[in-house]
């Protein structure tokens, strides 16, 4: 019940593009806030981006403005974190979360806010 499933990571060189997802099973996504988060070796997790259960609202950390796009697919009840220009910096383990608070017009980076967690995907930057 209530699980997050991310996918997408892997080995990329400097300047390309990864899309990760964010799979949720037991419940609806739409009604949650999602974030995502990241923990490169040595480093505490840090908030990346995050978007609204309305998907009307989205943050991004200041490292990666410009360049990381997230985005909600009710359809197929995932959302998406598009990377593009990836920098070796990027190089982490990429976990999504959700929270079941009333977020409809907002959200945060905080790990703290988020109920439901995945596993994570290692995402690689490098030549």
């Known amino acids: 019940q209530l699980q997050l499933v991310e996918s997408g990571g892997g080995l990329v060189q400097p300047g390309g593009s990864l899309r990760l997802s964010c799979a949720a099973f037991g419940f609806t996504l739409d009604y949650y806030a999602i974030g995502w988060f990241r923990q490169a070796p040595g480093k505490e997790r840090e908030g990346v981006s995050c978007i609204s259960s309305s998907g009307g609202s989205t943050n991004y950390a200041d490292s990666v403005k410009g360049r990381f796009t997230i985005s909600r697919d009710n359809a197929k009840n995932t959302v998406i974190l598009l990377m593009n220009s990836l920098k070796p910096e990027d190089t982490a383990v990429y976990y999504c979360?959700?929270?079941?608070?009333?977020?409809?017009?907002?959200?945060?980076?905080?790990?703290?806010?988020?109920?439901?967690w995945g596993q994570g995907t290692q995402v690689t930057v490098s030549s």
């Open positions: 979360a959700a929270t079941s608070r009333g977020f409809k017009h907002i959200c945060m980076m905080t790990s703290g806010e988020y109920d439901y």
